[in-house]
């Protein structure tokens, strides 16, 4: 269809683009989550299901959608600016490489599943530990999947189809929830691994013809030593150990909730989602029609134009997740009984929900300008500063993690706040909580870090 190969002009375009799509993706992402509380509950198999999603999802986030993915557009754009048929070639040449590498590293791990799903679920039961390992197995096919697929997305946004792009998370969700109502309940958990894997498939075969219409053309190339490639993993490289720190993040908090109570897991992962379309619609939105502008306006050289595009970037994340962040907070409870409250998931569990949910939403504004700012310093071709950055809030989200994991154990003032503040008097065992604070109080932190060295660069721009 021809309006899947839609072309936007401007950033504010393609950010509306964005944003429109973003808010089909939240719709089907909450109904997802509504499907899975309800039929499951916050108990042991979305324990169970949050914590196979980890290992893949790392494979997945390290080696392409944040890391490769970024260092494609200021590279492609480059070559795109010089020559066509070379841009392709070189295109052609890095799918090849990544599909190997992918293969490669996803059969090994699914050798060392066991090992590694007892290293980050030292809390969880043998048997409960033996069924992770399954249906981990069965989603090391989505990374393949999603590898190639967001390859594609980045080239796509070079040439602005950004209304396939962000069609393709949405098509994704449906075939989760796809998961849910055919597949979970004869096969109960691993349906759900294999509707990740169904939704990963929909999602790289959407986007597929699109790439053939704008012109590509494959080649049969398998060379290491090619330069663009090359190019691609020296600025892939620091941005990995970035991401590995951030990435880590989520091993802790999966290594941690899994010696609490039960349901932890799905209950920071359940608050986490959803504060999520808040992000995607204007964090995600906003700096993804950015990076594009950014990375042409820098291989350029029109350096006056690439801060102009930044500095009125920034300004309208910050208008817009500022206010939404405040909303998001005072009605988290009504939101989580909206959304969630069905089935299996009960009071105790919306409150705890909702109380994650609101912590989430005060550092909202700092991820959404951090992701902004990550790619700024990507398009000048920059990755180490943001890698610092990442392993700075990793040393401060593990710390603070330990430091409210222990502070809420005990009768004191902090938690007797916090459950004030937050209505959980009679919620049992609220550490879960403590989790979702540190991560919001370290990309804060991560933000200030990131602005600083950002302004200090721009100021020597000329």
């Known amino acids: 269809m021809k309006i899947f190969n839609l072309q936007t002009k401007s950033i504010t375009s393609s950010a509306l683009v964005l944003g429109i799509a973003s808010a089909f993706s939240a719709f089907s992402g909450l109904l997802r989550d509504r499907l899975l509380a309800g039929r499951f509950g916050v108990g042991d198999e979305l324990d169970i299901y949050y914590a196979a999603f980890r290992i893949p999802d790392f494979i997945s986030m390290i080696l392409i959608m944040g890391s490769i993915s970024a260092a494609i557009v200021p590279i492609f754009s480059g070559y795109l600016t ?43 039961s043998e048997e409960k530990k033996a069924m992770v390992s399954l249906i981990t197995r069965i989603m090391f096919l989505s990374p393949i999947l999603l590898g190639i697929s967001n390859i594609i997305s980045s080239v796509l946004q070079v040439f602005r189809r950004f209304l396939i792009t962000s069609l393709s998370p949405i098509i994704y969700n449906f075939g989760i929830i796809a998961g849910i109502l055919f597949l979970a309940p004869r096969f109960g958990v691993a349906g759900l691994a294999m509707g990740v894997v169904f939704g990963a498939l929909l999602h790289l075969l959407i986007q597929v013809p699109v790439l053939f219409k704008i012109g590509f053309k494959f080649s049969r190339i398998f060379n290491f030593s090619d330069p663009g490639f090359k190019k691609v993993v020296k600025l892939t490289l620091p941005r990995l150990l970035g991401l590995a720190a951030s990435q880590i ?9 899994s010696t609490l109570a039960s349901g932890s897991i799905a209950i920071f992962n359940l608050a986490e989602s959803l504060s999520r379309p808040f992000f995607i619609l204007i964090g995600i939105s906003f700096s993804t029609a950015a990076f594009p502008h950014l990375a042409i306006s820098f291989s350029r050289e029109k350096r006056e134009t690439f801060r102009e595009i930044y500095s009125k970037t920034f300004s309208k994340i910050f208008l817009f997740i500022v206010p939404l962040s405040i909303i998001l907070f005072f009605f988290r409870d009504f939101l989580v009984d909206i959304i969630l409250r069905a089935g299996k998931f009960g009071l105790v569990d919306s409150r705890l929900t909702a109380a994650c949910l609101g912590l989430f939403a005060i550092g909202l504004f700092a991820k959404s300008l951090v992701l902004l700012t990550v790619k700024a310093f990507y398009a000048l071709h920059d990755s180490r500063t943001p890698a610092k950055a990442s392993i700075l809030a990793m040393i401060i989200n593990v710390s603070l993690s330990f430091l409210f994991l222990w502070l809420l154990s005990f009768e004191n003032s902090f938690k007797v706040f916090l459950i004030k503040l937050f209505s959980l008097s009679g919620s049992g065992d609220i550490r879960i909580i403590g989790l979702p604070l540190a991560l919001s109080l370290a990309s804060i932190i991560q933000f200030l870090f990131l602005h600083f060295f950002f302004k200090k660069r721009m100021s020597n721009f000329n």
């Not at 599909?99 to 809390?123: H, W």
């Open 249 to 257: 993040n989520l091993f802790v908090i999966i290594i941690i909730a």
């Open 82 to 124: 010089r020559n066509k048929d070379e841009a392709w070639k070189f295109l052609s040449n890095l799918f090849n490489l990544i599909i190997f590498i992918l293969v490669l590293v996803s059969i090994v791990l699914i050798i060392f599943t066991p090992q590694l799903v007892s290293l980050i679920t030292p809390g969880f």
